[in-house]
Nanobody, 122 residues
Framework: QVQLVESGGGLVQAGGSLRLSCAASGRTFSAYVMGWFRRTPGKEREFVAAIRRSGGSTYYADSVKGRFTISRDNAKNTVYLQMNSLKPEDTAVYYC???????????????WGQGTQVTVSS
C-alpha cells in the first residue's frame, strides 16, 4: 500500500506558475513509477506526465510539453510537477498516482491521491 497526498494547488493568473507536490508514505517510494493526471468536469482523468523509478526518464502529454516538468526526490518520497506558462485550459483537479510499471493510462495505476485543484484565470 502507498498513500499519496497532493499539495500546492491554487488560483493563478494565466502565464503564472505553480508547483504541485505529492508526498508518499507506505511502501518503498523508489519502487514506483509516478504519474500526474488531471480531470475537468464531465471528463475522465487525462495523462499529464510520468517519471520512472530512478527519475531518469520522463514523459509528457503534448498539451503540457515544454511548460510542465515532472521530477522526484526519492530521499524525500516526493514527486513534483512544476507548471509554468499556465493557461486557462490547464484548470483541473490534479492527481498523482503510483504504479509498479509505466503507463499513460489511468486505469493501470493502483494508487491515487485525493487531488488538488488548480484554477487558472484569464
Amino acid at each position: 500500500q502507498v498513500q499519496l497526498v497532493e499539495s500546492g494547488g491554487g488560483l493563478v493568473q494565466a502565464g503564472g506558475s505553480l508547483r504541485l507536490s505529492c508526498a508518499a508514505s507506505g511502501r518503498t517510494f523508489s519502487a514506483y513509477v509516478m504519474g500526474w493526471f488531471r480531470r475537468t468536469p464531465g471528463k475522465e482523468r487525462e495523462f499529464v506526465a510520468a517519471i520512472r523509478r530512478s527519475g531518469g526518464s520522463t514523459y509528457y502529454a503534448d498539451s503540457v510539453k515544454g511548460r510542465f516538468t515532472i521530477s522526484r526526490d526519492n530521499a524525500k518520497n516526493t514527486v513534483y510537477l512544476q507548471m509554468n506558462s499556465l493557461k486557462p485550459e490547464d484548470t483541473a483537479v490534479y492527481y498523482c498516482a503510483a504504479d509498479g510499471t509505466f503507463s499513460y493510462v489511468q486505469y493501470d495505476y493502483d494508487y491515487w491521491g485525493q487531488g488538488t485543484q488548480v484554477t487558472v484565470s484569464s
